[in-house]
């Protein structure tokens, strides 16, 4: 149980365009979601967290009308990144939670704008 | 400030034991993970400690001790597989994951 799926797992865009990213939840209603960015032998960076149905919470530094985070339901949130850029490729990773305590990852999105 | 501290690279031989070690500093605590994330992977989850102790799962194992901050990872018996970034992440208290850098394992025949 408690399976997270991404989709695209890999994408590859021309800059200025927009990149949808799909996190779901297949087996489990999830409270919360989080997206996570992860450049190369870098540690996870959370980027926001999103609740169903009410506004993602971005961390500082992370640009809300970039990443634009929509939480439609419990087992469904995506990530659009807007205008990317080739500094904006990277590992994008979510996850979702059951419990306060437990997330589970989803196999992560490389993004790459060329 | 928030802040774990693990070690950036350790090398251990395959058969062997390896402990990985996590010190942190947070604002309130409610639990502790650690992750393996191999290359290009999303983390997997190896255990959580919320109460000080040792938790055995196979080949792994995790410590807690909260009075000191400090938790471990042991790994036993080492597979080439073991090779891998470990993470540790520290929910505080208003229930935040803090995540250390990550320990880049490297397991030598």
């Known amino acids: 149980g408690a399976v997270v799926s991404q989709h695209p797992s890999r994408v590859i865009c021309k800059s200025g365009t927009s990149v949808k990213i799909e996190c779901r939840s297949l087996?489990?209603?999830?409270?919360?979601m989080f997206w996570y960015r992860q450049f190369p032998k870098q540690s996870l960076m959370l980027m926001a967290t999103?609740?169903?149905?009410?506004?993602?919470?971005?961390e500082q530094g992370v640009e809300k009308d970039k990443f634009l985070i929509n939480h439609a339901s419990l087992t469904l949130s995506t990530l659009t990144v807007t205008s990317a850029h080739p500094e904006d490729s990277s590992f994008y990773i979510c996850?979702?939670?059951?419990?306060?305590?437990?997330?589970?990852f989803g196999p992560g999105t490389r993004l790459t704008v060329t | 400030g928030q802040n774990i501290d693990q070690p950036t690279e350790m090398t251990a031989t395959e058969g062997a034991i390896v402990q990985i070690n996590c010190t942190y500093q947070?604002?309130?605590?409610?639990?502790l993970f650690w992750y393996q994330q191999h290359a290009g992977e999303a983390p997997t989850f190896l255990s959580y400690?919320?109460l000080d102790g040792l938790e055995e799962k196979g080949r792994f194992s995790s410590f807690l001790s909260r009075s000191k901050g400090y938790s471990y990872l042991l790994l036993k018996e080492l597979q080439m597989k073991d090779s891998a970034s470990y993470l540790c992440?520290?929910?505080?208290?208003?229930?935040?994951?803090?995540w250390g850098a990550g320990t880049k394992l490297i397991i030598k025949p």
């Open positions: 996850s979702a939670s059951v419990r306060d305590y437990e997330q589970y």
């Open positions: 087996d489990f209603q999830a409270t919360t």
């Open positions: 999103s609740n169903e149905g009410s506004k993602a919470t971005y």
């Open positions: 947070t604002s309130g605590f409610n639990g």
């Open positions: 400690n919320v």
């Open positions: 992440a520290v929910t505080d208290s208003n229930y935040q994951l803090i």
